[in-house]
């Protein structure tokens, strides 16, 4: 996998093996603090409702995004999250993941990881696109993830060869974005220490 390439699809135009065509999209982009948080209803691991704003009445939201089981990065975040829940909670704070893999691929997530947190199989990308963390994968970047590309397109099924950016986020209850996380390099992660620092 080239980290280069991968930035190259995320922030710009890609192109195509078919031919000297370029697809754009729509270049991800973050949120800014003080923004209002856009509202989304989905479904968690547990079939259970989740609806943003209704969390956002009790407390805060940390919600992050992640791409897939497949990625070590996304589960060593994850990992770390559950190990740091408590003291989350402790702040008052309920953590939120967004995927697009599909829900038999989140609970290989949560046995890799433990999470016993909030995770979303986004159906259709909604929320990914709400929050403008999606970005799509040419043929030129599966063929770049090698094998990795094969266990994507397994795991996402209809959400297809879309990745988000891996961002993080702290909404307060007036929903507002207190905290943002926002890195095209998906090796780089919101610490731990930072949520909690600005919960």
């Given at each position: 996998m080239n980290l280069l390439v991968e930035k190259l699809v995320i922030i710009g135009t890609v192109l195509c093996l078919g031919g000297s065509q370029l697809l754009a999209q729509e270049e991800p982009f973050a949120?800014?603090?003080?923004?209002?948080?856009?509202?989304?209803?989905?479904?968690?691991?547990?079939?259970?409702t989740v609806e943003l704003y209704k969390i956002l009445e009790k407390s805060p939201v940390v919600l992050m995004f992640y791409r897939g089981a497949w990625c070590p990065y996304c589960n060593k975040q994850l990992s770390e999250i559950q190990d740091s829940l408590k003291f989350i909670n402790e702040k008052d704070g309920v953590v939120i993941a967004v995927t697009p893999e599909q829900p038999r691929s989140i609970q290989e997530t949560i046995k890799k990881t433990n999470a016993s947190f909030k995770i979303i199989h986004d159906k259709d990308l909604k929320v990914m696109k709400a929050y403008h963390v999606k970005y799509t994968l040419s043929d030129a970047m599966l063929e770049n993830f090698g094998r990795a590309s094969r266990s994507i397109l397994d795991a996402n099924k209809d959400n297809g060869p879309n990745l988000p950016v891996p961002a993080t986020y702290i909404i307060g209850q007036d929903k507002k974005v207190l905290y943002?996380?926002?890195?095209?390099?998906?090796?780089?992660?919101?610490?731990?220490?930072?949520i909690l620092k600005n919960l």
């Open positions: 949120l800014k603090i003080e923004e209002i948080a856009p509202n989304f209803t989905a479904k968690d691991q547990d079939g259970q943002a996380f926002f890195d095209p390099d998906h090796t780089k992660r919101a610490t731990i220490g930072n």
